[in-house]
Antibody, heavy 121, light 110 residues
Framework: QVQVVESGGGVVQPGGSLRLSCAASGFIFSNYGMHWVRQTPGKGLEWVAFIRFDGRNEYYADFVRGRFTISRDNSKNTLYLQMNSLRAEDTAVYYC??????????????WGQGTLVTVSS | QSALTQPASVSGSPGQSITISCTGTSSDVGGYNYVSWYQQHPGKAPKLMIYDVSNRPSGVSNRFSGSKSGNTASLTISGLQAEDEADYYCSSYTRISTVVFGGGTKLTVL
């Protein structure tokens, strides 16, 4: 069955970096765009970034543009989120999720369980 | 990009119907039919309940339905059940090729 599993979260100091990974299985990874979404503890969902199925285009929320980079390795069925210049307000659970169809619609099916990123000194 | 506007909370009794609204602008909800709804139980990942305004993924109960009028989308849950108690979020594709979520609505089944 379809599965996406995030990893790489942890505690990092302000200004630090972290790379999240998302291992996908159960579907043809190279056919689908993928998203990162975050959720601050006790609060709502925030879309972070999207990458096309072939990795040729990336899209970002304003609050992470220039600091975060989404990428993918279709040979490894893995999605990444490189997070630099981290701030306290980036503290959240980060989810990866599969786009429902091959094109970019922003409709997310199959979410992972999330990985917690805590930015604190 | 501002978040879509949802009521903070709604409630209903078992068997009743409730509707959650999601208001955006012509740059998101009103401009595209890529409106989705997600259910999230405490400590769990969100689950897609409605996509393309009114379509249900396989396995989602037909008690859940979606619609849109102008810049406002709506999620209706009929025959309310205790297991429906959860947070619900809407989302939309936007004119600037991003995705925007609503602030979330807590559904309480009385």
């Amino acid at each position: 069955q379809v599965q996406v599993v995030e990893s790489g979260g942890g505690v990092v100091q302000p200004g630090g970096s972290l790379r999240l990974s998302c291992a996908a299985s159960g579907f043809i990874f190279s056919n689908y765009g993928m998203h990162w979404v975050r959720q601050t503890p006790g609060k709502g969902l925030e879309w972070v970034a999207f990458i096309r199925f072939d990795g040729r285009n990336e899209y970002y929320a304003d609050f992470v543009r220039g600091r975060f980079t989404i990428s993918r390795d279709n040979s490894k069925n893995t999605l990444y989120l490189q997070m630099n210049s981290l701030r306290a307000e980036d503290t959240a659970v980060y989810y990866c999720a599969k786009e429902i169809y091959g094109d970019y619609r922003g409709e997310l099916v199959y979410w992972g369980q999330g990985t917690l990123v805590t930015v604190s000194s | 990009q501002s978040a879509l506007t949802q009521p903070a909370s709604v409630s209903g009794s078992p068997g009743q119907s409730i509707t959650i609204s999601c208001t955006g602008t012509s740059s998101d909800v009103g401009g595209y039919n890529y409106v989705s709804w997600y259910q999230q139980h405490p400590g769990k990942a969100p689950k897609l309940m409605i996509y393309d305004v009114s379509n249900r993924p396989s396995g989602v109960s037909n008690r859940f339905s979606g619609s849109k009028s102008g810049n406002t989308a709506s999620l209706t849950i009929s025959g309310l059940q205790a297991e429906d108690e959860a947070d619900y979020y809407c989302s939309s594709y936007t004119r600037i090729s991003t995705v925007v979520f609503g602030g979330g609505t807590k559904l309480t089944v009385l």
